[in-house]
């Protein structure tokens, strides 16, 4: 192929092949396609064969967005219906703004595949105009055009669309309903109130539960009654959704009835059943956001069942994240400053070091500073386990701990000498020097009776004190 070319050949050829490398390497930074390809695509748009344009649509969503933009815009208007549905998709992935209102017309199309496209592009690039002509497709023969259409009502935040579809909760087609009790969810008009709670009683289990869920998030108490039912709905699934929506309600009117299922009486189940424990999860967690005294002391009660269990080998390792929360307690983090007081009061008064520890852990989790003395003290009557003390110590990160610690650095268990040097790295900072370690560790770092690992355990401890000492 050299021979082909006059002198000099091959140094054009080299050269030819080097810009050739280039440009790969170049496009390779922005995708598949070259950074002068913008310039083909522009021209096979202009093209007279529809096979040409259509690929060049099909290239569009990979352009930069400022070379795309305008291009997937005209595309939207080519006469080819392969060219406009490439161009709808580049566009949505391009965010050409203004998009919604160029595929209006394709709402009313006979084609079915423009009727839905048009309904997915207006839904990531709404106006005003193509939101409410979603109306048009209400009564569209096809359930997948009204599908996506509810979909696109859903995203536009537009409470403009919510009267024509509370008639279409009803639609014959479940995919439907699904998408339209969703959709009036996220729109958060709370028009859409009464008719979903009529979704409560669906026949299929998806429509129920989303209704479920978006009742709770519209917050209007008028859906507290019939929520109460749905914790009696045949579908688990329902029961649960139901147990978040009270919670997210507030609703105190529901507490008897959220305690009976924690007691193991499953509404409408039959009562003495073993509550499964994604149900009891939503129980305590419905009982935490509603946060009420009387909610609060429900799950005091039932803090004692889970106790204050600390999760083995959880101080080996510094650098571990914390870990999560046990249900009960969790749905105290959840009701927050309310259960501070009464978690206080069960510390102090309680007998019971399982109910004491679990309190222990669940101030800690609430970052409740002020429960530090309180803590310590209920430790040196033996009402708080020494696990769940220094998990407190550990979770707080309160250095006025650290003295208590420190003081069980000589136990003669070595599990809990090595829980003082973890729970002791946690309370120091490295930015602010601390020389309090300094010597109740020194005799033990010196001592050959200790053993090598314990003895290098120390020895970080002494770094981490970052005291000149």
């Known amino acids: 192929m050299v021979s082909w070319w006059p002198g000099g050949g091959r140094r054009v050829v080299a050269s030819c092949g080097l810009a050739l490398v280039v440009s790969l390497m170049t496009g390779a ?11 083909r695509v522009a021209l096979a748009l202009q093209s007279t064969d529809n096979a040409e344009r259509r690929a060049a649509a099909r290239q ?169 039912l749905a914790l009696q709905d045949a579908s688990s699934a329902v029961r649960i959704q139901a147990l978040d929506a009270l919670g997210r309600l507030g609703a105190e009117d529901g507490i008897t009835a959220i305690a009976a299922l924690l007691n193991g009486r499953e509404a409408g189940v039959g009562s003495g059943l073993i509550l499964s424990e994604r149900a009891r999860v939503g129980a305590l967690e419905a009982l935490g956001r509603i946060g009420s005294e009387q909610a609060v002391q429900i799950l005091i009660s039932n803090l004692e069942r889970e106790g204050g269990e600390v999760p083995p080998g959880w101080f080996d390792d510094p650098s571990r994240p914390p870990s999560r929360p046990a249900p009960v307690r969790r749905a105290l983090v959840l009701a927050g400053e309310p259960a501070v007081a009464a978690l206080l009061s069960t510390l102090t008064s309680t007998a019971s070091q399982s109910l004491a520890s679990g309190a222990a852990l669940a101030l800690a989790e609430l970052h409740a500073a002020r429960a530090l003395p309180e803590i310590i003290r209920a430790t040196q009557r033996g009402t708080v386990s020494l696990d769940a003390a220094f998990k407190s110590f550990a979770t707080l990160r309160d250095a006025r701990a650290l003295p208590f610690v420190l003081e069980h650095l000589d136990d003669p268990d070595a599990r809990v000498r090595r829980m003082v040097v973890a729970v002791a790295v946690r309370l120091l900072d490295p930015q602010d020097a601390d020389g309090r370690v300094v010597d109740p560790v020194r005799p033990r770092v010196l001592s050959l009776e200790v053993s090598v690992a314990e003895r290098i355990g120390l020895i970080e401890l002494l770094g981490r004190s970052a005291s000149a000492r």
């Open 29 to 39: 930074a922005h995708g598949s396609v070259w950074p002068s390809s913008h310039e």
């Open 60 to 228: 569009l969503g990979e352009l930069p967005p400022e070379i795309g933009r305008p291009l997937a815009r005209k595309a939207l208007l080519d006469p080819d219906v392969e060219v406009r549905l490439s161009a709808a998709r580049s566009a949505a992935i391009l965010g050409v703004t203004g998009a919604g209102d160029i595929v209006v017309p394709w709402l009313s199309d006979l084609d079915r595949r423009l009727r839905v496209a048009a309904c997915a592009l207006i839904e990531v690039s709404p106006t005003p105009r193509s939101v409410g002509a979603l109306a048009r497709v209400l009564g569209d023969a096809d359930s997948r055009v009204r599908r996506a259409a509810a979909a696109a009502m859903g995203r536009s935040g537009s409470a403009d669309v919510v009267a024509p579809w509370l008639g279409h909760l009803d639609d014959t087609v479940v995919a439907v309903r699904l998408e339209v009790v969703r959709a009036l969810g996220r729109l958060g008009d709370v028009r859409s109130v009464v008719p979903l709670v009529s979704k409560l009683q669906d026949p299929e289990v998806e429509v129920r539960r989303a209704a479920a869920r978006s009742l709770g998030s519209l917050g209007d108490p008028r859906a507290v009654p019939t929520l109460l």
